[in-house]
Every structure is written in structure tokens, then in C-alpha cells.
């Protein structure tokens, strides 16, 4: 059983990746998290709370977080992505529960101590969040079992510079902390989310049979499709799709197989035209230069069986949410 925080900022692809862990078995969501990112705090915040409701997960518990990046100031949300309210502007109803009354850091540091080893972090967001309970608590690497982070990309170009992912230049000093530690983390990235995609036929089919979680899916997805219908690399496929981004880190927890890894020791840039960009020694033997000495090393996915993921989710979504 694998016992989760998701730090998120919902978010088309966040929805789809919170109820992929929500309907799977073997996955337990102690709580959510939230991030500015997709849009300010306030409305991923209030996105989390309608998604559980709707997914039919009401209690479990969902802590604010940052707003703003450690360092420079945030950009512009990207709405022409995922709709000024980023869930694809379909106007949910009010949550019906309150946000808990811890940062989104207390939270994670208070259930990491809680449960002894045993949680596993999953950032689909900014890091600000997780490099916010670094501050709190310089020990929390040593006491989880995973971070996994879906974030970065090492050959694969970026989708907000030719370098930089979304999620590491949205607060690329936090990024750079959160690598900077050593704890067992994994990073789902661009080389891996670009090959696995969704198609508005799965959204159909989750739409015809998971009742009002599917519907919510398929509609808040019409937006994010229709933005990525004008991605010159998804021109080949004559129907509707998009990149699982955040749902594969959560298909990585439960297929681990199907992905392909590098380990070494990371970095992300903080500044300059390069800002964002995770940098992976793939290398691994001594170099000339002594900067990268003893720097922890993270296992970065670089291949996918793209099938086995796209497969895995629709099933799950299907058996979890019958309707
Ligand atoms: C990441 O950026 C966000 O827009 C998505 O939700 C995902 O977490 C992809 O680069
Ligand atoms: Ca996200």
C-alpha cells in the first residue's frame, strides 16, 4: 500500500492524477496539498476541495500552501491551458468542506512524522511546498519512503523554455533545494509525459462509466485538448489528446516496470536563459572539476512503455469509479 501526500496544483492533468490515485487499490491519499502553479493558491486550493467532493472523497484532509516562489516573482498562470480557472473553465459547484488549518508544510512534515517512514510525497507542482518543510523540518528527507516528483525534463525540450519544464521554472530555487537533499526521489519528466498520452476516446469511454467524476474529467479536459491540439508534435494523431504529465507519477508508484531510469546527481538552474532546467550527471564517473562532489543523486525516468501506462490508468479510472 502505497500511503500519499499529492502536493498539487489542480489542474486538468492534477484531476486526472488525484482520482487515478483515488480509485486505485493500492494507493491510500492521506491528503492533499496545494500549490500555486496552474493558477494562484486560492483557486488550486478551492479546485482540490470541488475535485474530492466530486470524486467522492470529502474527508480527506487538503492544507494550503505557497503562492507565490521562494525567490522571483510568479509568472502569469496559464490559462490559455488549463482555463482561468484551470479546470477548463466548466464551472464547478462550492466545496462543500474547509481547507485544514495547517500550511500545506506543517501538513506534510506533521504526516511524515506520523507515519514513520511510510509516506510517500508526490509533487505535481512547484516544489515551493516541499522545500517550505525542508525549512521546517531539515530531517524529513530520512523519513519517507518516496519522493516523486513530475517535473523537468533532461533530453526532451521544455515545454515553457527549450530547457525548462513548467513545474521546476515555476520556482526553480525550490527545485534546486528539493534536489539538493538526499532522499530516494524519482522525477517523472517531459522525456517520459511527452510519450504518454491521453486520448478524448479514453475521456469518452471514463466519461460513459464513472459517473460524475468521469463527467467532470471529460469536461474540464476539453479545454487542455483543445491547447494542445495546436502542439506540432501531437499533429500526427487525428483525434483529440494530451500528455499524461502528473497521472504518470502516479502510475509510477504502482507500474514502476514500465518506466526506464538514469541515476546521478542533480541540479536545477536558478537564473539566466537556462532557468528551470534540471541538469543530471548521466555520466556518474569522477569529472575534471570537483562542483559536483558528493551532490545526492535522483533516478530521472527516461523511457516509458507508454501502452502499459495509458492502459493502467483508463482500467483503474473504470474499476474505481463504476458508476
Ligand atoms: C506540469 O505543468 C502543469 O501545467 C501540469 O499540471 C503539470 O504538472 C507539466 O509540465
Ligand atoms: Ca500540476
Excluded at 496539498?33 to 467522492?56: C, E, K, P
Aim: proline share 7%; hydrophobic share 45%.
Amino acid at each position: 500500500m502505497h500511503r500519499i501526500i499529492i502536493d498539487t496544483d489542480p489542474g486538468v492533468d492534477d484531476a486526472q492524477a488525484i482520482a487515478y490515485a483515488l480509485a486505485h487499490p493500492d494507493i491510500s491519499v492521506e491528503g492533499l496539498t496545494t500549490v500555486f502553479g496552474n493558477a494562484s493558491v486560492d483557486i488550486t486550493t478551492r479546485n482540490a476541495l470541488q475535485l474530492l467532493d466530486v470524486f467522492g472523497a470529502g474527508e480527506i484532509p487538503v492544507a494550503q500552501g505557497a503562492d507565490h516562489p521562494l525567490q522571483i516573482p510568479r509568472f502569469a498562470s496559464p490559462d490559455f491551458v488549463h482555463g482561468k480557472d484551470a479546470m477548463g473553465d466548466i464551472g464547478l459547484a462550492p466545496p462543500t468542506s474547509l481547507v485544514d488549518p495547517r500550511s500545506a508544510a506543517q501538513f506534510i512534515v506533521d504526516i511524515a512524522n506520523q507515519l514513520q517512514g511510510e509516506l510517500t510525497l508526490v509533487a505535481i507542482g512547484p516544489l515551493t511546498n516541499i522545500a517550505a518543510a525542508l525549512r521546517l523540518d531539515a530531517g524529513l528527507p530520512a523519513k519517507v519512503r518516496q519522493l516523486v516528483i513530475m517535473g523537468g525534463t533532461v533530453v526532451e525540450p521544455g515545454n515553457v523554455t527549450p530547457v525548462a519544464e513548467a513545474n521546476f521554472i515555476g520556482d526553480p530555487h525550490a527545485a534546486e533545494q528539493v534536489l539538493a537533499q538526499d532522499w530516494p526521489a524519482t522525477v517523472i519528466g517531459l522525456d517520459v509525459t511527452h510519450q504518454t498520452l491521453l486520448y478524448d476516446q479514453d475521456l469518452e469511454k471514463i466519461s460513459a462509466h464513472c459517473g460524475d467524476a468521469g463527467d467532470l474529467l471529460r469536461k474540464s479536459s476539453r479545454f487542455y485538448f483543445d491547447f494542445y491540439r495546436g502542439d506540432k508534435n501531437l499533429e500526427k494523431h487525428e483525434q483529440s489528446c494530451a500528455p499524461m504529465h502528473d497521472a504518470s507519477a502516479l502510475v509510477y508508484l504502482t507500474k514502476p516496470e514500465a518506466f526506464t531510469f538514469v541515476t546521478g546527481a542533480a541540479c536545477v538552474i536558478e537564473d539566466g536563459p537556462a532557468m528551470g532546467q534540471l541538469v543530471l550527471d548521466r555520466k556518474g564517473s569522477p569529472y575534471v572539476m570537483p562542483h559536483w562532489e558528493g551532490r545526492p543523486k535522483i533516478s530521472a525516468a527516461m523511457q516509458v512503455q507508454a501502452a502499459r501506462v495509458h492502459d493502467d490508468f483508463v482500467d483503474t479510472l473504470l474499476r474505481g469509479f463504476a458508476a
